[in-house]
């Protein structure tokens, strides 16, 4: 049984940066195909895709975000680390992660699982 | 400003069969697999449809999914109250260096 929790502070200073991490279980970060996201959500708003990390760690980054967000493993401990800089207000979001799925039928990943999601606040 | 397009709005009275619309580019949509998700109020998405009209078990097979062109289409038939929430369409973006992209999301309210 997969289960992935987030983790983190529940409230943030501007300017400063966001660390976020995803504790899972029932797979491993070291198996061919595996992979974690992170998925944010302001809210009453829509999902975004913020970055992703794959068991070769080949890792990817939204375009628009790049810039301020770092993704790395740790397949020890079966975690996900996000971090996120220079925190504004409009970062307030429920951020999850979720597992990745390779689908070997017909070969294409996609978020199969999703945490439950920590809502973080930015703000003074 | 979500890269695909999604009514922000549905409904439908019990039984009825509605369909959420989702619409894309070429360089998502139009050369990639689409899913979609649903959220209940107050919880995490939960996959509905993988690879334009695939079930995962345990998903009724009153959810289906459907693809043409750069537009994807999810259909709800035998509607029921325990349906109410918000549906998203997400897809690959082969452009850039490939990215995620979700729709705006869509309510669906049951009568």
């Known amino acids: 049984q997969i289960t992935l929790k987030e983790s983190g502070p529940t409230l943030v200073k501007p300017t400063q940066t966001l660390t976020l991490t995803c504790t899972f279980s029932?797979?491993?970060?070291?198996?061919?195909?595996?992979?974690v996201g992170w998925i944010r959500q302001p809210p009453g708003k829509a999902l975004e895709w913020l970055a992703l990390?794959?068991?070769?760690?080949?890792?990817r980054y939204s375009p628009s975000l790049k810039s301020r967000l770092t993704i790395t493993k740790d397949t020890s401990k079966n975690q996900v680390v996000l971090t996120m800089t220079n925190m504004d207000p409009v970062d307030t979001a429920t951020y999850y992660c979720?597992?990745?799925?390779?689908?070997?039928?017909?070969?294409?990943?996609?978020?199969?699982?999703w945490g439950r999601g920590t809502l973080v606040t930015v703000s003074s | 400003q979500s890269v695909l397009t999604q009514p922000p709005s549905a409904s439908g009275t019990p039984g009825q069969r509605v369909t959420i619309s989702c619409s894309g580019s070429?360089?998502?949509?139009?050369?990639?697999?689409v899913y979609w998700y649903q959220q209940l109020p107050g919880t995490a998405p939960k996959l509905l449809i993988y690879?334009?009209?695939q079930r995962p078990s345990g998903v009724p097979d009153r959810f289906s999914g459907s693809k043409s062109g750069t537009s994807a289409s999810l259909a709800i038939s035998g509607l029921r109250s325990e349906d109410e929430a918000d549906y998203y369409c997400?897809?690959?973006?082969?452009?850039?260096?490939?990215?995620?992209?979700f729709g705006g999301g869509t309510k669906l309210t049951v009568l």
């Open positions: 070429s360089s998502n949509i139009g050369s990639n697999y």
């Open positions: 990390i794959y068991w070769d760690d080949d890792k």
């Open positions: 690879r334009n009209n």
């Open positions: 979720a597992h990745i799925y390779w689908d070997t039928v017909v070969p294409n990943w996609y978020f199969d699982l």
């Open positions: 997400a897809a690959w973006d082969d452009s850039l260096s490939g990215f995620w992209v």
């Open positions: 029932g797979f491993s970060l070291s198996t061919s195909g595996v992979g």
